[in-house]
């Protein structure tokens, strides 16, 4: 199974601040059509999982626009330009280009 | 607006056996792939299982392969996940998610179903 290592799992950020999640695979998610299926999710405290970001930077529906996501091959990257405090949670890459799909650790972001 | 209502969770024994159910609404059910996806309690995600829309491609995961069978009913806009052979390490919310248009990911969830296996 491919293997999606997040970095850091603990961060703690002044509100107001930028932050930033590391999501590195074991392989590459470059699938044969051409795209790549890495997907970030946000699982606030006592929730349901939410989609963020598909297909490596594509925003939901719904999703500020201060929340973006980057990244190519193996190397992954979400951004919160300015953390909010609706922002806590719990954040996990995915991956779907191999099957199974599998998730990051999560990476709990908490306010200082 | 999309709802996915997951039931069925519960207590039971090693060895037993669940069906959970996800009743869909809001959208075009039988036109969508479905997954579930669990949540040990104060651990990460893990997929599950996958379905498409007509119930002829269906994946597991390694973990579950053989005890665990997905189906759905379009007719009734619903999901099943029938759990056999219960293991203490199959303790978890359970969720519902539906499948997004071409991203190969879980774009709504469900609110989650708890099961506990113990004996």
């Known amino acids: 199974d491919v293997v999606l290592t997040q970095s850091p799992l603990s961060l703690p950020v002044t509100l107001g601040q930028p932050a930033s999640i590391s999501c590195r695979s074991s392989?590459?998610?470059?699938?044969?059509?051409?795209?790549?299926?890495l997907h970030w999710f946000q699982q606030r405290p006592g929730q349901s999982p939410r989609r963020l970001i598909y297909k490596i930077s594509n925003r939901d529906s719904g999703v500020p626009d201060r929340f973006s996501g980057s990244g190519s091959g193996t190397d992954f990257t979400l951004k919160i330009s300015r953390v909010e405090a609706e922002d806590i949670g719990v954040y996990y890459c995915?991956?779907?280009?191999?099957?199974?799909?599998?998730f990051g650790q999560g990476t709990k972001l908490e306010i200082k | 607006e999309v709802r996915l209502v997951e039931s069925g969770g519960g207590l039971a024994k090693p060895g037993g056996s669940l069906r959970l159910s996800c009743a869909a609404s809001g959208f075009s059910f039988s036109t969508r792939s479905m997954n579930w996806v669990r949540q040990a309690p104060g651990e990460g995600l893990e997929w599950v299982s996958f379905?498409?829309?007509?119930?002829?491609?269906?994946y597991y995961a390694d973990s579950v392969r053989g005890r665990f069978t997905v189906s759905r009913d379009n007719a009734k806009n619903s999901l099943f996940l029938q759990i056999n052979s219960l293991r203490a390490e199959d303790t978890a919310v359970y969720y519902c998610?539906?499948?997004?248009?071409?991203?190969?990911?879980?774009?709504?969830w469900g609110q989650g179903t708890l099961v506990i296996v113990s004996s």
């Open positions: 379905i498409g829309s007509s119930g002829n491609d269906i």
């Open positions: 995915m991956q779907s280009t191999h099957w199974p799909g599998t």
């Open positions: 998610a539906r499948e997004g248009k071409t991203t190969r990911s879980p774009s709504s």
């Open positions: 392989q590459s998610l470059v699938y044969s059509d051409g795209n790549t299926y």
